[in-house]
């Protein structure tokens, strides 16, 4: 499938047509993104050939974090997160008497 013929095509996308696949689709999406969206939005799909209703997967657990409290790492489809707590308790002098 090349980038032009993505634009004026008619068909129903199949999974397979929803990804970013070629060199000619990533131009697409570069230089006209307002059509490379238009034709996803046309066929009920995003780009990465999920439905509208669809989320990405959501994972989490706990990260090994050295020198930290408490870690946690969630993933959100190719988005990684990672947190680390590190608490440091201060203490301060008061003098009531000067």
């Given at each position: 499938?090349?980038?032009?013929?993505?634009?004026?095509?008619?068909?129903?996308?199949?999974?397979?047509?929803?990804?970013?696949?070629?060199?000619?689709e990533v131009l697409l999406?570069?230089?006209?993104?307002?059509?490379y969206l238009e034709r996803?939005?046309?066929?009920?799909?995003?780009?990465?050939?999920?439905?509208?209703?669809?989320?990405?997967?959501?994972?989490?657990?706990?990260?090994?974090?050295?020198?930290?409290?408490?870690?946690?790492?969630?993933?959100?489809g190719g988005t990684k997160?990672?947190?680390?707590?590190?608490?440091?308790?201060?203490?301060?002098?008061?003098?009531?008497?000067?």
């Amino acid at each position: 499938m090349t980038g032009q013929a993505a634009v004026e095509s008619t068909s129903p996308m199949t999974t397979e047509d929803a990804a970013i696949t070629t060199d000619a689709e990533v131009l697409l999406a570069h230089t006209t993104p307002k059509e490379y969206l238009e034709r996803f939005y046309q066929n009920g799909v995003r780009p990465d050939a999920r439905s509208f209703e669809a989320m990405r997967k959501l994972r989490g657990g706990s990260a090994d974090l050295k020198n930290c409290y408490g870690s946690s790492l969630v993933c959100l489809g190719g988005t990684k997160i990672i947190c680390g707590v590190l608490l440091e308790r201060q203490y301060r002098v008061f003098s009531l008497v000067s």
